[in-house]
């Protein structure tokens, strides 16, 4: 019987635990509780709740310095209610976002492996002129002292056949 009451006793603290949070009736400890609150903003909300309650997520969005629709979806996801409300504004925009930063990735990373490879090419390309110039150089250089010694050879059979006479 005492593990029934024991039972029954945690699940009732779970669930207060992971219950929402109502941005016009939690207090400032409350909100430090929700994921993404700190003082700071917890003390303009509750500043701002002076004034008069929350009529929604867009009113507490303009009247609360620092809490944007990225923020409003973060803490709606944490608990953060706002007239038994949750935020559904930024919900479907932030998948979006998310691929659109995966699909901005994926094109700069096929951009630099295309740039990669150019720029191999290019290298082994500019390799092979290096070498074909040299190559040629080096041939040009023979056919040169291949010259060079034909007149001189030709030079000496004249005087060679002269000398037999």
Do not use: H
């Not at 303009?62 to 923020?71: L, Q, T, Y």
């Not at 504004?89 to 979006?96: S, V």
């Not at 990735?105 to 492996?113: L, P, V």
């Not at 040629?136 to 000496?156: G, I, L, R, T, V």
């Amino acid at each position: 019987m005492w593990k029934k009451i024991l039972a029954v006793l945690v699940m009732l603290y779970a669930a207060a635990c992971f219950a929402a949070v109502d941005v016009n009736k939690a207090t400032a400890a409350e909100l430090d509780g929700v994921k993404g609150i700190g003082p700071a903003i917890s003390g303009r909300i509750i500043d701002e709740r002076k004034k008069g309650s929350f009529k929604d997520w867009q009113d507490f969005i303009d009247r609360v310095k620092g809490v944007g629709e990225g923020n409003a979806a973060k803490f709606s996801a944490e608990g953060l209610t706002v007239g038994g409300a949750a935020f559904k504004g930024a919900a479907a925009a932030a998948p979006a976002k998310a691929d659109d930063k995966k699909d901005a990735k994926a094109e700069a990373k096929a951009k630099k492996e295309a740039e990669k490879k150019a720029k191999k090419e290019a290298d082994k390309k500019a390799k092979e002129d290096a070498k074909k110039a040299k190559a040629e150089k080096k041939e040009d250089k023979k056919d040169a002292k291949a010259e060079a010694a034909k007149p001189a050879a030709s030079a000496a059979k004249p005087a060679a056949s002269a000398a037999k006479k």
